[in-house]
């Protein structure tokens, strides 16, 4: 359910409200044309009137989560429990090449080579002390000091310590284990409290177990699957942030949130006696190839194709653990949804052919799987 625009209900026009007022004082027998005492006497009360009518409606909206902004968005979401999500740190893994009796200490700062807001190197710090007894590689995770999606840096980013370590020779990033997220939005904030309020809690059915695991850091989406190995067992399956399928991480973090080891024990969110195990979705690739592309005067194909991937992968998010209301179906990937976002995108004058994975049928997408943008060739 969309968020709609607030109607006023108490709110009217200068000229309605002192329209009224005039007729009031012309039935008590008082000259109010314009110019005349009472005329002037009652022009500067319409403006003040209209604001404490603009004041009335702000505080009738403010109540209700279809129309609040905010901090009053807020209120109502504490209502049904539920509080704003805050931004979150980027966290990462680095793979250190040092030398036998190299220690980084918990808390060790390393910055990237990337500025933020204040043209500052971005700060990350060290999640636990890694010891090399031999020399050798070893997996570092690292936190970023800043919160939101700066630090949400592309893998292979350049990494120094600081103050440096002797001894330390490679240092080659991973990427990311859980992607930052800004704070939530109004929009988003609406999103959860609607569907909290359509789907209220019953103590652990799948909608419970989908806000349950959406509750944890780095998930964006979550699908569930009720005993997909028997009775009393449940499956999860994530999406991170960017609505591909979840890191290991964030996995974990999940598992351990809802049913620590999947025993079904009780001892995280989902009830007793539910085995609930949590996976990352299967990544469904859709690649695409393009033939015979001609571009407009002046267009650049770098520009031409980024614009083509940026619609393409929105268009994917849209589909992601998506079914079909009527039939349950996992939604598929449209060929001809694609064809129309290749043939729109601005800078390409014309192309020959488009097949998505070999073909132009549509793809299937199997209720495990999260589509997402593969490779694009031929623009």
Same mark, same amino acid.
């Given at each position: 359910?969309?968020?709609?625009?607030?109607?006023?209900? =108490?709110?009217?026009?200068?000229?309605?409200?002192?329209?009224?007022?005039?007729?009031?004082?012309?039935?008590?027998?008082?000259?109010?044309?314009?110019?005349?005492?009472?005329? @002037?006497?009652?022009?500067?009360?319409?403006?003040? !009137?209209?604001?404490?009518?603009?004041?009335?409606?702000?505080?009738?909206?403010?109540?209700?989560?279809?129309?609040?902004?905010?901090?009053?968005?807020?209120?109502?979401?504490? @209502?049904?429990?539920?509080?704003?999500? *805050?931004?979150?740190?980027?966290?990462?893994?680095?793979?250190?090449?040092?030398? /036998?009796?190299?220690?980084?200490?918990?808390?060790?700062?390393?910055?990237?080579?990337?500025?933020?807001?204040?043209?500052?190197?971005?700060?990350?710090?060290?999640?636990?002390?890694?010891?090399?007894?031999?020399?050798?590689?070893?997996?570092?995770?690292?936190?970023?000091?800043?919160?939101?999606?700066?630090?949400?840096?592309?893998?292979?980013?350049? =990494?120094?310590?600081? #103050?440096?370590?002797?001894?330390?020779?490679?240092?080659?990033?991973?990427?990311?284990?859980?992607?930052?997220?800004?704070?939530?939005?109004?929009?988003?904030?609406?999103?959860?409290?609607?569907?909290?309020?359509?789907? #209220?809690?019953?103590? &652990?059915?799948?909608?419970?177990?989908?806000?349950?695991?959406?509750?944890?850091?780095?998930?964006?989406?979550?699908?569930?699957?009720?005993?997909?190995?028997?009775?009393?067992?449940?499956?999860?399956?994530?999406?991170?942030?960017?609505?591909?399928?979840?890191? $290991?991480?964030?996995?974990?973090? $999940?598992?351990?949130?809802?049913?620590?080891?999947?025993?079904?024990? &009780?001892?995280?969110?989902?009830?007793?006696?539910?085995?609930?195990?949590?996976?990352?979705?299967?990544?469904?690739?859709?690649? !695409?190839?393009?033939?015979?592309?001609?571009?407009?005067?002046? /267009?650049?194909?770098?520009?031409?194709?980024?614009?083509?991937?940026?619609?393409?992968?929105?268009?994917?998010?849209?589909?992601?653990?998506?079914?079909? #209301?009527?039939?349950?179906?996992?939604?598929?990937?449209?060929?001809?949804?694609?064809? *129309?976002?290749?043939?729109?995108?601005?800078?390409?004058?014309?192309?020959?052919?488009?097949?998505?994975? *070999? &073909?132009?049928?549509?793809?299937?997408?199997?209720?495990?799987?999260?589509?997402?943008?593969?490779?694009?060739?031929?623009?």
């Amino acid at each position: 359910m969309a968020r709609n625009n607030f109607q006023p209900v =108490f709110e009217e026009t200068e000229t309605a409200i002192r329209d009224r007022m005039i007729a009031k004082v012309e039935a008590d027998g008082w000259r109010a044309e314009p110019g005349d005492f009472m005329y @002037d006497a009652v022009a500067p009360s319409p403006a003040e !009137i209209k604001q404490l009518q603009i004041n009335q409606d702000t505080i009738l909206a403010s109540r209700f989560a279809l129309y609040a902004e905010g901090s009053d968005l807020d209120d109502c979401l504490y @209502d049904v429990g539920l509080t704003r999500i *805050g931004a979150t740190h980027n966290k990462r893994a680095l793979l250190i090449t040092a030398d /036998a009796g190299v220690n980084i200490p918990l808390g060790q700062q390393l910055y990237a080579v990337v500025l933020d807001a204040q043209g500052q190197p971005l700060k990350f710090t060290a999640d636990a002390a890694v010891n090399w007894a031999t020399s050798t590689a070893l997996t570092l995770n690292i936190t970023c000091q800043a919160v939101g999606t700066i630090g949400n840096l592309a893998a292979g980013s350049q =990494f120094v310590l600081q #103050p440096s370590i002797p001894g330390v020779r490679i240092i080659a990033d991973q990427g990311t284990t859980i992607l930052a997220r800004d704070p939530e939005t109004d929009e988003e904030a609406w999103e959860r409290y609607d569907f909290k309020a359509t789907h #209220p809690d019953t103590g &652990g059915n799948k909608y419970d177990l989908q806000r349950w695991a959406q509750e944890v850091a780095g998930v964006g989406k979550a699908k569930v699957i009720p005993r997909w190995a028997g009775v009393n067992t449940s499956k999860v399956l994530l999406a991170g942030l960017d609505l591909t399928p979840a890191t $290991t991480q964030v996995v974990n973090d $999940t598992q351990a949130y809802l049913d620590p080891g999947a025993t079904g024990l &009780g001892d995280g969110k989902v009830p007793l006696g539910n085995a609930c195990t949590v996976a990352a979705a299967d990544n469904l690739a859709v690649n !695409i190839v393009v033939t015979g592309a001609q571009y407009a005067a002046g /267009a650049i194909a770098a520009d031409v194709k980024a614009a083509f991937q940026t619609s393409v992968k929105a268009y994917l998010k849209e589909l992601v653990f998506e079914v079909d #209301p009527t039939t349950k179906i996992p939604l598929p990937v449209i060929y001809n949804k694609i064809y *129309g976002l290749l043939a729109f995108t601005i800078g390409l004058k014309s192309f020959s052919t488009l097949t998505i994975n *070999g &073909g132009t049928a549509d793809l299937t997408v199997t209720q495990t799987e999260a589509p997402t943008l593969g490779t694009v060739t031929g623009l």
